[in-house]
């Protein structure tokens, strides 16, 4: 098993930025949303 592997500091820097990319997507989404509504299928 494997699992100690991602607590590694290298590992868990690919998991920070997996976060950080996910928020970004997730921001980006609303403002694209609030800018385009059709586009998140509100139109």
Not at 13 to 24: C, G, V, Y
Request: charged share 15%; hydrophobic share 55%.
């Amino acid at each position: 098993m494997r699992a100690t592997f991602h607590f590694a500091p290298r590992p868990n820097f690919r998991f920070n930025a997996d976060a950080n990319i996910d928020r970004a997507f997730g921001i980006f989404m609303a403002y694209f949303g609030a800018i385009l509504p059709s586009a998140a299928g509100a139109g």
